[in-house]
């Protein structure tokens, strides 16, 4: 099947975790790449998929080895094994990044619909990548609304600035991305 066909099929049966009827586009996917260098030691990806941005991670440069996916559904889980040997594929919530992942992390680039969630589930998943991560390091999230994609409530909690793209137009639906860090660390 098709990572198209893969993605479709897993929306209809779980649309509540997977909320995009279509994978990120090209250019939004290079977007969220944007702040990966291939000097960088370890960074991981939240809410993978079917691993278009993955694929553009991957393609500035940075060796498969330094990089973490974590992935609910399991379907995706095996497609990005088969896709992308040499990273490391957690069949996890990203939340549970702090019991199995690697720490200092340089980078977490995020899919996962955040700003569809609740409050305790966004603490948890910014709470968890801002342990693992050093300090100033980005939290990379792509959103389609309006808004910055995580609430104000948990941006104020962890004291989030961030910088935002243009808007995506060749994205369906168009895109932004948003690029969060601590504010006050280096
Ligand atoms: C909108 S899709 C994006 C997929 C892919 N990153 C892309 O851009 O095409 C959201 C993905 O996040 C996954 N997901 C949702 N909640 C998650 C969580 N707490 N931890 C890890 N993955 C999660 C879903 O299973 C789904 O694959």
Redesign the pocket.
Known sequence: MSDLGL?LT?FIR?PS????VV??GRAA?REMARVISPDMPAVA?????????TRAILNRGLPPAALEL????AA?CDRLRQLFPGTRVHN????EMVNVGRRDLDAVIS???VLALPDD?QTA?VGAALTMMRPGAPFVQ?TYGPNPPLSETVRNRFGLRHDKSPRIWANLPPAQVYVFRQKGAT
Request: aromatic share 8%; no cysteine; hydrophobic share 45%.
């Open positions: 993605f897993q779980r975790e997977i909320r995009a994978p990120t996917a990806e939240i809410g993978a998929g079917t691993g278009t941005i974590y992935e609910l559904n995706f996890l919530p990203a939340q899919g996962v619909p589930i998943i792509i």
